[in-house]
């Protein structure tokens, strides 16, 4: 099973280690990732495979919630499915 995170805000040191820390320490594998800054804003989406996620994938999306907070970023994850539906034209 695998997800998608998007990370979107204003750009700034650490946004990678942090988010990566969440999805390390709960076992989830970053399979590929993309990043981008334009101006100030920094933009990344990244793959993750969740097959040996060790927490349900619920406490996952808000550790992830939580750490965006902390560091004023916006941070989601959907389900590889969800967000192919979602992109779907």
């Not at 997800?3 to 390390?24: C, E, H, M, Q």
């Not at 793959?47 to 560091?71: C, H, N, P, R």
């Amino acid at each position: 099973m695998r997800a998608v995170v998007t990370v979107i805000g204003k750009d700034r040191t650490g946004i990678i280690y942090n988010v990566s820390k969440i999805l390390a320490e709960n076992d989830v594998n970053i399979e590929d990732i993309s990043q981008t800054v334009m101006h100030d804003f920094f933009t990344m989406i990244m793959l993750v495979d969740l097959k040996q996620m060790t927490v349900d994938f619920s406490e996952l999306k808000a550790s992830l919630e939580a750490i965006g907070e902390t560091i004023g970023m916006s941070i989601r994850i959907q389900h590889e499915d969800l967000f192919n539906a979602m992109h779907t034209i």
